[in-house]
């Protein structure tokens, strides 16, 4: 875990994994988000990309956009985000170019993780801003849901 971590943050990483289990009552990979400024929730969004046909669909994504719109700003300095699982490249790219000042995830994905598993982008110093990284927030929870999600998904095989 990096950065500075608040009781605060477990309350709001519940919000997410709530989001996260809508998209799993959909059908979709459960992964949920919720942005928070000043302590107030300003979006919250999950997984959608089969449902809308949209491979940026992602809860990360949703969440940013819908922030975005909430703040009149596409700069979102003073938020962060509470995402269930580590951002893909995509996602990443987009908390970069958002100014998104923290990100707090629930479980590493060692397969598209963008935020210290395969790469770090959120951190590099190569870029022009650097978001503070705190991951492990409610992991067991986060990494079960996906887990006996693919479980399912596989037909009951374990991983």
Not at 27 to 48: L, Q, T
């Given at each position: 875990?990096?950065?500075?971590?608040?009781?605060?943050d477990e309350q709001f990483?519940?919000?997410?994994?709530?989001?996260?289990?809508?998209?799993?009552?959909?059908?979709?990979?459960?992964?949920?988000?919720?942005?928070?400024?000043?302590?107030?929730?300003?979006a919250k969004s999950f997984?959608?990309?089969?449902?809308?046909?949209?491979?940026?669909?992602?809860?990360?994504?949703?969440?940013?956009?819908?922030?975005?719109?909430?703040?009149?700003?596409?700069?979102?300095?003073?938020?962060?985000?509470?995402?269930?699982?580590?951002?893909?490249?995509?996602?990443?790219?987009?908390?970069?170019?958002?100014?998104?000042?923290?990100?707090?995830?629930?479980?590493?994905?060692?397969?598209?993780?963008?935020?210290?598993?395969?790469?770090?982008?959120?951190?590099?110093?190569?870029?022009?801003?650097?978001?503070?990284?705190?991951?492990?927030?409610?992991?067991?929870?986060?990494?079960?849901?996906?887990?006996?999600?693919?479980?399912r998904r596989r037909g009951?095989?374990?991983?």
């Amino acid at each position: 875990m990096q950065g500075m971590y608040l009781d605060v943050d477990e309350q709001f990483m519940d919000l997410a994994l709530a989001e996260a289990k809508k998209a799993e009552a959909s059908g979709e990979v459960p992964v949920g988000a919720v942005i928070v400024s000043d302590g107030i929730v300003i979006a919250k969004s999950f997984n959608r990309p089969l449902s809308l046909n949209d491979p940026t669909a992602h809860a990360e994504i949703g969440a940013l956009r819908d922030a975005c719109r909430e703040q009149g700003n596409y700069r979102l300095s003073n938020a962060t985000m509470y995402s269930t699982v580590e951002p893909c490249m995509m996602c990443a790219g987009a908390m970069i170019h958002a100014r998104l000042a923290r990100l707090v995830f629930g479980t590493p994905d060692p397969n598209a993780g963008s935020a210290g598993s395969i790469y770090n982008v959120l951190t590099d110093p190569r870029l022009n801003h650097r978001v503070e990284v705190i991951s492990g927030i409610r992991e067991d929870e986060c990494a079960s849901l996906l887990r006996d999600f693919f479980q399912r998904r596989r037909g009951g095989q374990s991983l």
